[in-house]
Structures are given as structure tokens and as C-alpha cells.
């Protein structure tokens, strides 16, 4: 596997290349979660096979439709599905087999190979929220999101420690034409990050660019050999495969690079009010989806999503951070490791309209969810509000301080010597106190989570420090991590020739804005 | 077993308890829970042993003190154990040996009947915040605590559906004399509720009191033969138990009444810094605590208790809802299941001045790792703020809405016919809907867990109705709360025999206020 960085610095060339790598600012950024804690199960084995078998009933009796996709019936034809119209008829077996070519993990590369993450096993990687209309902070209030504002979150997130991810469209560029928004908000990610980020999925041809931009980005052969991208494909629940959305698998696929292939469920809309009925339908969905992606080509990274959550019967508002969701995540999670899939579930999800208590309720029921059901790609980890139309500034950094805690938890327990720490009990004995023993200022730095966020201040210091909320503090740390924001190095030749990229494709079609 | 509710009834005699019954207004409790999902566990077998065996030597080597408590070192003495001044050294197996005559799980009776809780097994009972001196919502302020406020948070308690127990020192009434608080604490309990409540600790005197009031409620031949208290020994870690909380202890285990045996543990300062280390004293601790009680009375229901949190090494200040936390949480779970007995901990833990995300997010934290760990009785499971320095009349609210959730998880996952759902998924198919379909009709009402706060309108809507955030929608619910409160029936004669108990109490001693 070639050293991206090394050829990058040997292309361009040069000293402005080195010169530009040597005064970068380095943001720490913390390695993605390695679980040393057990996953959380719901489902027994009994209750597991009838799920799969229930989910081998609906490929083979009922079937999926894949709509307006000729070329995508034919070669579910030629694999020995029955194809009726659009309806594809899957029979018993054929989709798990067909999926079991599909790697248990895979690295995606970042352009600094420092943060190139391992997607699969016992891993958790981290990326922010997903394609909100409308952005919200707390002084300028709830407005369309701007290509300003997407830079803003890449910055944020390039500088959260406890990000591993870039993400992708972090929030719409709605200022900018429709046709033409994939070219900057890649173009975002590549330059004001170094982390690892998402392709477009809105038109095949935006799947192209984005590859092509890595191959500007990364080298063209990096490319061909090496997974640079994971990117979103939403099934449309319930067992509809769009031509949008397979179009952009057919090209990612095609490319040996990442899908996340995931049913998008509002239960009791999409999917049925019960948690078994809910996780037959995905496990149906993912199968044929993951299925057509090594019809494609075999080996092909890709990811078990769910996205899933539930529904208020009286409004039909979408509900977030409920028992049903974690329910049926646990679940999702036991079925996707049962066919050796990395599995990507849970976020910072909330109904609320601000960053409050609701927020944070909905928000951290879901993501110790996430953790403890052994996600590996946790999309929209931060910053995600109402229901996913606003991407909230202040929730951003908020949600990325208690990514932290996720990291702290999956940590496990130590019980060599040093954690054992019978020698401290010793020492401080029945009525004493361990703040000065030595085992404590061995240990203290490293023992406990960190937050960099919450106020633990005593009252009297708090009220008089302004009695700040924690959307005051956060708001006070966005202003602060976006003043003392720094881009990291890239290799002049690259950022023009990306830069000429855009340009060139931008100038080749019309604006649209529809 | 007699039967507290009709021998109360047959007691007081007259129409005018019949009538008082006949016209109570009757709220919705749900039955405490009774687990369908499996703990968290976190330590393997191997940790496990370690963390055992170190107790023991902890016991043996180091001890722990019994001060100003001679009958206790008597007893210890007697029972084989190495008294050295107040130092009590336990010879290896001894304590656990002692803790095996305490009940895995016991029932405390409630005066209404339906309410009472069987504390253990896989159950979780959940009660309401403990010992604030201070009150906040958010009109009046911050402000010293009043028995008015005592009553308000009873009356709350009372009213929220998923509380299970009415808990006992919600807030410290400091307008009354110190040594004559516990009366009128006891007497809100056992007349604005009929749920399940704890008793006084704060002098033996007070837990004698507390058992003879519960002789005038219940009957005293009933209180002979029943658990109809719970309540909160706390030890002062490290390995320290103090004469009052001990004589608290010996009251009310004489009298089969149930302890929860709980080490006060801020991790670093009463415990080393490590997970392992502190629950090896947790475990030392809880050993020796629950030993003494068997040693006063064999079969006396415990509590194997854990109140464990982290500290900001920079201010000292005590933190929740951190992944330490959590991990020493999930950890003691395993070391009391393997002690076979009930277990106490997790709660609306929050280190936040008010109740925002901050207070949400550790609270959420605490609470599904309270859950998730196998927790039997919760105590503070909603209302807690600033560190347990606050009792929060709009948080009580909010977190106990959130208590609903956790009724929802412990549901578990249903794969009986109808839970499969393969119908509807038959009758919906690619593409359509289930919102119409039979199986979403035949169970939409009891699919999914409901809130009765949170807020989930469309934005426009929320807007046009002030754009409140959480706090202001939990404020007025604790207000419609208030207004429509009505006091379950109680026998006349016996609130008249309590208040009379109470009056003569009080004039039979001085005011005291420290």
C-alpha cells in the first residue's frame, strides 16, 4: 500500500510544500474508539433466527423494488433473483451469500495518514451531523445554512479531539447552486481538514467528482488500490432502492470505495411499530442493498446502516433518543456482527427545537446507545437538532465534549497492579483521604474523562462568572476554537489543482437550484 | 403476611374512612420494573476474583473503624473478628460468610397495597432526589429548602407514574428544628402519599421514631413481621462507620426494617483513583457493613449500596455522569449479584447549577447506566442538581418524564407473532406505508414509550407558542401538577393518631438547629 503523505510531499514538490507542513498548527485528535467493553444484547438466540429467517421470508415471497434501474435488474436477474417489473424477488440464501463478500472491516485513508481510521471489528469512529437544511447558533437564531457555516463546522470538527471524522455535508450550502455545492463542500473537507471524509450521493455524477477530486487529492492510483471515502446511501423504507442512491453505490462500489447502505426508518411510518418487525425490515433492506454492491464488485467496503427511530402516534413528528430506537440499535448491532458487517447506528439525535435539556436527554440516550451497541460509524455524532433540520453551533461542540465520555467508557477496567491500587489503600488506611497519596499523583492526569465544556465551578464562583448556561459556555468556545483556528498543511500544487478542478466543473454546466 | 390495607381499614372503622376512600382520586403508578434485558457487565471472571480476593485482604490486613461504638466492637469480637481500639480486622471470609443470611430480595410494603416494591431479583425500583438543603426552579431562585417545598416534592412524587417510591429526605426542611424534622418529613410521606418511603438516620433516637410511626400507619404486629421502611446508611469511605449511622443501622435492623449499606465514595479523594481500586473498597466496605447488620439481626434486609463519582482533579469538585462512573457502576452490579444481594446506585446525577444540557447529559448518563447495570433500588432517580447541594422542582419533572424510558428498554424485545409483524409487512410492501395498515391500528397505543413533557410540534408551531425551551415546559407542568393534586384516603383515626404521635414528639423537646 503506497504512503499517501510521502508521495503527496514528493509530488508537489518544493519548499513552500515543506514549508507549508513545518508551521501548521497540530490539533490532537484523539484514535478512534477501540472497545474494550462488551457489546449490549437484546436479542436471544431464538429471537435472532426468526428475525433472519422472517428477513430471508420478505427477499423471497415480497421483495425489493429497485426503481428506474434497468442495468440493476438485469444483473439481479443474471444472479438468479426473479425480477418482476422493478420488484426483485431474492430467493432464501442468495443475498447472504452475495454479502459474504463484502470485508468485516476496512481502513479509510485521511490525507494525513495519522488519522486514517479502521472501520469494522471493535472499533467506533466518530463523524458529525448530516445534511441539515438549516443551521442555528445562539445570537444569530435559526436561518438556511450557508457555505460559510459549512466551513465553520469543518474547522470545528477538524479541531475536536474527539471527532475522527470530517463527515460530509455537515450542513447544506444552500447559497450555493445544487449541481454545483458537492465540488465545494469537498473541497471544504479536503483543505480546511485533514481528516477523513464522505463523498456525494445526491447524482452519480457527483459520486464521479468525488472521486475524481481524491484522485487529485490523493493520486490517482492511491485511489484505485485504497478506500479514501465512505458515503451515505439511504434506502427509501420501506424495500425501495432509488436510482440516485444506487447510482452513486454503482459508482462508489465500482471505485473500491465505501457505502454506508442504510434503511432510513420513522417506525411505525417506514417500518412496522414493532421492534422485531422493525429489525426484519432492516435486515432485509441491508441484505439486498449490500448484496447489489457485490453484484458490483466483489470486496467492495461497505457498512450495515440503520438509521432508525420512532414516531409520535398523535403528531407523526419523528421521536429520537427512545427505548424503541435503542431497542431496535441493539439489535441492528447482534445482526450485523452475525454476518461479519461493520455496522454504522445512533448519533447525537434529538426532536428538540434548542440545545436543552431535551436536547441532551434524547442526545445521550442515543449515543451511549451507539457505544454500547457496538456501532463502528457513528454518523451525526454531534450537532444534530431538531429532527435533523438544524445544525446547532453551540450543540456542535457540546455533543463533541461528551464524545469524550464515550472514549473514557470504552476504555474497560484495568485490573493489572496499578489499578488494583491496594498499595493506596494501604497507605491512606480506614478515615484518611487519597488526594496526596502516592498512587493518586501517579495517576491523576490520565485517570478520569475530562471535560472541556461543563462547569464544575463552585456556585458562588459560577454566578458571579455570570451563572452561564451550557449554551452560553458553548457559544463562548465556539467564538474561541474558530478565532484560534489554523488550516493544516496541504501541498500548494494540490490545493490549485483542486482548485482548478472545481472551477473547470463548475464553469462546464448552468447553476441549478432544484 | 396480614394485609395492611384491610386491618387499616377495619381499624378505623366508620363511614367517614369509607367515604375518604370512595372519593380519592386515584393516580396512575406504574408497577416497578421488572427487567427483560440482560446487565452490562464489565469486569471478566479474572477481575472479578482479583477485586474479591483484595477485599478480603483489605478486611484482614487494614480493617476498618467502628468509632465511639463499643457494643459494635463487642459484637465484631464475638463474632471472631481482630478488635484493636476501634480498628476492626476481619479474618479472610468472615463478612461474606455473615452477609449470606441477608434476603436476596424482600418486599416493602406500601400502605396502599398496590404500591408496595419488591426490592432485588431483576427488578428496578425507582425513588425520587435525597438530602438537598437548597431548592431551585425558575421563578423563585436558589433558595434554603422549607417544608412546604418538602410537601410540594412529596406531592410530586406522588403524582409521577413512574416513580415507584415517595423516597424520604427529598429536601432538608430547614425552617424546622433539626431534631424534630424527621415528623413532619415521615408524616408528609405517610399522608400526601401512599407509595413506599424511607425512614430517618440521623440519630437512632429518629429511627425509633421512625419505626413506632410506622406502628401508628400500618399496625404495629404488622411492622413486626414487615419491611415497611428503606433506608439510607451511608459509610464514611474510606472505612469508616460512624456511631450514627451505625445506631441507625442497629434500630432499624432490630426491627427487620431494610438498609441500604452504601459507601459515600468521590473517586480520588475517598477512593483511589483507579476502577478496580475503588470498587475493592466499595466491595471492603459494603462487606463490612452488611456483616454487622446480620451480626444485630440474621435476615435483615440490605442493600448492597454504591454511590460512587469522580472529581476534577484541577477544583476538587465532585463530577457525574462520567465514564468512571459508569464503569465502577456497572462493575459493582456484578460484585453484589455475586453476593446475592439487592443493589443501589445510579440516579439523576448532575453537577450543573441548572437544569440544561449540561444537567441533562449527565443525568442521561447516570440514569440508563443505572438501568443497564442491574440496579434494584434507585435512589435519586430524578429532581438532583448542583451536585445533590439543590433539589430542582422543574428537573424532578423532567427526569422522572425520563424514568418512562427506562420502563420502555426493560421491555425488551417481544418476537411472539405479533411482534414479528411479518403482516404488515406483507400488507405495506415496497414503497408504501404503515401508518394506516391493521397491525399499526391494533397496537400504535402501547407501541412506543410517550412523553408527557417533551416537546415534539413542528417548529412553527413551538414558535408560536413562546419557543420554550425544556425548563420552561417542566415548569408548567409542575405547576398544572400542584393545581390538581388530591391526597389518597387514609383513615381518619389514623392521621389523627399520627398527627397526635408527631405533636407529642415535638413538645416533649427543645428546638434544636444544629
Known sequence: MADASTRRRSRGGGGAARRAERTAVSFETAKYIERNIPNFEVLNEEALEVIETNAETVLEEIGVNFVENPAALARWREAGAEVEGERVRIPRGLARKLCATAPSQFTQHARNPEKSVVIGGRNL?????????????????????????????????????????????????????????????????????????????TDPSRAQDSVDMCGVLF????????????????????????????????????????????????????????????????????????????????????????????????????????????LITYGAGQLARRMGLPFRSAGSF???????????????????????????????????????????????VMDADQLGALHGLAKGVNHDENGQAMDAIREVGPGGHYL??????????????????????????????????TRMLASARVERLLSTYEQPALDPAIAEALAAFVDEKKASMPDAFM
Chains 1, 2 share one sequence.
Not at 481538514?193 to 464522505?198: A, I
Not at 414516531?311 to 429520537?320: K, L, V, Y
Not at 428538540?352 to 434524547?362: M, R
Open 350 to 396: 434529538c426532536g428538540s427545537k434548542l440545545p436543552d435539556a431535551q436536547a441532551a436527554y434524547e442526545t445521550a440516550n442515543s449515543l451511549n446507545m451507539g457505544l454500547l451497541a457496538g456501532v463502528n460509524f457513528m454518523l451525526h455524532a454531534c450537532g444534530w437538532l431538531e429532527g435533523g433540520l438544524v445544525a446547532d453551533f453551540e450543540k456542535f
Open 436 to 469: 496526596g497519596c502516592a498512587h493518586t499523583q501517579a495517576n491523576f492526569k490520565s485517570a478520569f474523562w475530562k471535560t472541556d465544556l461543563l462547569d464544575y465551578k463552585p456556585f458562588e464562583t459560577w454566578e458571579e462568572e455570570g451563572g452561564r448556561d
Open 125 to 201: 469512529v466518530l463523524a458529525p451531523v448530516y445534511g441539515p437544511p438549516f443551521v442555528r447558533d445562539a445570537f444569530g437564531g435559526r436561518r438556511y445554512a450557508t457555505m460559510d457555516d459549512f466551513k465553520k463546522f469543518v474547522k470545528l470538527a477538524y479541531m475536536s479531539k474527539w471527532l475522527h471524522h470530517s463527515g460530509g455535508t455537515v450542513c447544506e450550502p444552500t447559497d450555493i447552486p445544487v449541481n454545483k455545492r458537492h465540488l465545494d463542500m469537498l473541497s471544504a473537507h479536503m483543505t480546511l481538514s485533514d481528516k477523513p471524509f464522505m463523498g456525494s450521493v
Open 219 to 326: 493520486g490517482k492510483e492511491f485511489v484505485q488500490d485504497n478506500t479514501v471515502m465512505t458515503s451515505l446511501v439511504n434506502i427509501n423504507s420501506p424495500m425501495t432502492f432509488d436510482e440516485v442512491m444506487m447510482g452513486a453505490l454503482e459508482v462508489y462500489a465500482t471505485n473500491n470505495q465505501a457505502c454506508i447502505v442504510s434503511p432510513f426508518i420513522v417506525g411505525g411510518a417506514m417500518a412496522p411499530v414493532s421492534v422485531a418487525g422493525t429489525l426484519t425490515q432492516v435486515l432485509a433492506e441491508v441484505m439486498a442493498g449490500i448484496a447489489y454492491s457485490q453484484l458490483i464488485r466483489p470486496g467492495a467496503p461497505v457498512i450495515f446502516g440503520a438509521f432508525v427511530t420512532s414516531i409520535d402516534m398523535n403528531s407523526g413528528a419523528p421521536t429520537f433518543g427512545t427505548p424503541e430506537a435503542s
